[in-house]
């Protein structure tokens, strides 16, 4: 049973566009979020994260949404550039106790960005 | 500063096999976790471990055991290796900081058992 959802495999954007990658969850314990991005033969590497207190998070080209009522995210790339492309994972994490945190992965998304 | 290391980077294993994939950080991080990432599907936690000296199970354990040798390494250890253990590793370390709770990914490691 997927508790993170990215039901879009792939997503093929213009350079200079916006691309929108979704996230679905059904954790109502979830309370932290995190975009990752992965290259090829790479390990991931963080890009965004957002608390459930916030509803909007951004950091320059990137801006992470988070709708708590729909259990939903989605992740904002304005403009996109080529060197977006690439998978990127939608991850979240329930409340602990203590200060590791579990993270739960979505299966992915490919963002093709053309020039 | 490496952030997070990790050897072997590929490793091909025969069934029945053991070996152990090493894992380090150099980033002063008290929490490190071990994930396995298959075609088609996210990162899955094996193993982690919150603090030195502590580890615990995550969402798929079996046929795995860790070791947090000390605050900066983290191995995990395939005692007889199957080919249902073919995957990608990943290991990861973080350190909560206010509400942030990222984690940071090592490269990983591509193994294969026939």
């Known amino acids: 049973d997927q508790q993170v959802k990215q039901n879009s495999p792939s997503l093929s954007v213009q350079e200079g566009r916006i691309s929108i990658l979704n996230c679905d969850y059904t954790?109502?314990?979830?309370?932290?979020f995190l975009w990752y991005k992965k290259y090829p033969a790479e390990g991931p590497t963080f890009l965004i994260s957002i608390s459930s207190i916030k509803d909007k998070n951004e950091d320059g080209r990137f801006t992470v949404f988070l709708n708590k009522s729909a259990k939903h995210l989605s992740l904002h790339i304005v403009p996109s550039q080529p060197g977006d492309s690439a998978v990127y994972f939608c991850a979240a994490s329930e409340i602990s106790s203590g200060s590791a945190r579990q993270l739960t992965f979505g299966s992915g998304t490919q963002l093709t960005v053309l020039p | 500063n490496a952030g997070v290391t990790q050897t072997p980077k590929f490793q091909v294993l025969k069934t029945g096999q053991s070996m152990t994939l090493q894992c380090a950080q150099d980033?002063?991080?008290?929490?490190m976790y071990w994930y396995r990432q298959d075609p088609g599907m996210g990162l899955r936690l094996i193993y982690y471990?919150?603090?030195?000296?502590?580890?615990d199970k995550g969402e798929v354990p079996n046929g795995y055991n860790v070791s947090r040798l000390n605050k900066r390494e983290f191995s995990l250890r395939l005692e007889s290796a199957a080919p249902s253990q073919t995957s990608v590793y990943f290991c990861?370390?973080?350190?909560?900081?206010?509400?942030?709770?990222?984690?940071?990914f090592g490269p990983g490691t591509r193994l294969t058992v026939t």
């Open positions: 980033m002063n991080h008290n929490s």
């Open positions: 990861a370390s973080s350190e909560q900081q206010g509400l942030s709770y990222e984690q940071y």
């Open positions: 471990s919150a603090s030195e000296g502590t580890t």
């Open positions: 954790n109502s314990m979830f309370d932290y």
